[in-house]
């Protein structure tokens, strides 16, 4: 049974209106939850980074070169990424 978990969480940035930022900036954070008790702390985060530093979060959180290969695809895709790893 895992003990830890660590999330990537990224979301591009929105107007007050509600819909996506004209320019690709990006939101992020990078948390670490203790399972035992749910405490929850946070690695690193961003606000209004470009998409190059959220392909670098990717990078750093990703294990494997297929995972970065897929993950940076499927962010660039949705606009948006989240995954989770428990150790």
Do not use: N
Request: charged share 35%.
């Amino acid at each position: 049974m895992a003990d830890f978990r660590e999330e990537l969480h990224v979301e591009r940035c929105k107007k007050k209106d509600g819909s996506p930022s004209f320019f690709p900036y990006y939101d992020w954070c990078h948390t670490k939850t203790d399972l035992a008790d749910g405490t929850v702390e946070i690695i690193d985060f961003g606000s209004e980074d470009s998409i190059d530093v959220i392909c670098k979060q990717i990078v750093d959180f990703e294990s494997t070169e297929q995972s970065i290969k897929l993950s940076i695809r499927a962010f660039l895709e949705s606009d948006g990424y989240y995954s989770s790893d428990e150790y």
